[in-house]
Nanobody, 121 residues
Framework: QLQASGGGLVQAGGSLRVSCVAS????????MGWFRQAPGKEREFVAT????????YYADSVKGRFTISRDNAKNTLYLQMNSLKPEDTAVYYC????????????????WGQGTLVTVSS
């Protein structure tokens, strides 16, 4: 089970960190990812991290602004978001995969419920 939190309202240019806590002892066995879905749009890939944290990959739209990380001892995944833009407004979902660093949503097995991030202009 994945539980995302940390969403909220932030002004453009601001920062926010969202988290995702996983239940169970197998968190460290999975690659993890963040996706987002804006109103009226399809769910899109944001970032992924390998099971060890040694490999990461980002969507071009967030590269250089967002950082994905994980703490396997705490079963927690993070997404640090800096220099936020109004177009970053979306529900952010965390997900787990048994692939290496997948960027396609159907390669993920487990999904959290999402947390809303709203960036005002």
């Amino acid at each position: 089970q994945l539980q995302a939190s940390g969403g909220g309202l932030v002004q453009a240019g601001g920062s926010l960190r969202v988290s995702c806590v996983a239940s169970g002892r197998t968190f460290r066995s999975y690659a993890m990812g963040w996706f987002r879905q804006a109103p009226g749009k399809e769910r899109e890939f944001v970032a992924t991290i390998s099971w060890s944290g040694g490999s990461t990959y980002y969507a071009d739209s967030v590269k250089g602004r967002f950082t994905i990380s994980r703490d396997n001892a705490k079963n927690t995944l993070y997404l640090q978001m800096n220099s936020l833009k109004p177009e970053d407004t979306a529900v952010y979902y965390c997900a787990a995969s048994d692939r290496f660093t997948p960027i396609v949503y159907n390669e993920y097995i487990y999904w959290g419920q999402g947390t809303l991030v709203t960036v005002s202009s």
